[in-house]
C-alpha cells in the first residue's frame, strides 16, 4: 500500500490527518519487530496441547486420525515460521501538544528516516514550499503489544494517524 505525506502552508498532512508544523516538538521513529520468545512459546504450549488431543484422535480414527493430527502440527509449524519471518516495522512517531502519534508505518525504514529528515527541516523552515513525500511501503494493520509494561492490548491501524485502542 502507498501513502503520501504533504508538507504545505505550514501543516504536515498524513492521509487525511493534519498536524500543524508550529505544534510539532518532536520527531521520530519507532521499531517494532516480532517478539521471537512469545513466538516460540505460543508455538511449544500449542504443540503440546495438539500432542494430548492429537494422540487421542489419532488413537481413535486410525489413518484418518493420523493424517489430521499430522495436518495439523504441520499448520503450527506454518504458523511459527511465518511469524518468524515477519520483517519489521517502523513508524513516524510526533509529540504534538504533549501527546505522542504514530502518523505512518512502512517496511521500509529509509522512508521514515525520510520524512524525519523532511519534516525536521520543515518545522526549521516552515515557509518552504509545498513537499510531497511517497511512502511506497506504507503498512496497514493491527498493532498488538501484550508483554512488558508498555502493553496497549490490541489497537486498530490503518497507517495514518494514531493507534486508537480497542
Given amino acids: 500500500m502507498a501513502a503520501q505525506v504533504t ?6 498532512w498524513v492521509g487525511g490527518e493534519a498536524y500543524p508544523l508550529r ?3 518532536h520527531v521520530g521513529q519507532r521499531e517494532l519487530t516480532v517478539d521471537k520468545s512469545a513466538v516460540w512459546k505460543t508455538f511449544i504450549l500449542r504443540t503440546i496441547g495438539w500432542l494430548i488431543l492429537g494422540g487421542i484422535i489419532a488413537a481413535v480414527f486410525d489413518t484418518v486420525g493420523t493424517i489430521i493430527f499430522l495436518a495439523v502440527e504441520a499448520f503450527l509449524i506454518w504458523k511459527l ?3 518468524l ?3 519489521p516495522v517502523y513508524g513516524l512517531v510526533l509529540n504534538t501538544s504533549g ?5 505512518i508505518w512502512s517496511t521500509r525504514q529509509p522512508e521514515i528516516q525520510q520524512l524525519v529528515h523532511e519534516i525536521t527541516k520543515a518545522i526549521g523552515n516552515p515557509d518552504v514550499a509545498q513537499t510531497i513525500i511517497n511512502v511506497a511501503h506504507a503498512v496497514q494493520g493491527d498493532f498488538i503489544q501484550q508483554y512488558g509494561s508498555g502493553s496497549v492490548g490490541k489497537a486498530q ?3 495514518s494517524g494514531s493507534i486508537g485502542g480497542s
Wanted: net charge neutral.
Fill in 7 to 12: 508538507i504545505n502552508e505550514g501543516v504536515l
Fill in 23 to 25: 505544534n510539532i516538538s
Fill in 81 to 83: 515460521v511465518s511469524a
Fill in 85 to 87: 519471518q515477519r520483517p
Fill in 99 to 103: 501527546t505522542q502519534r504514530e502518523a
Fill in 157 to 159: 491501524h490503518s497507517g
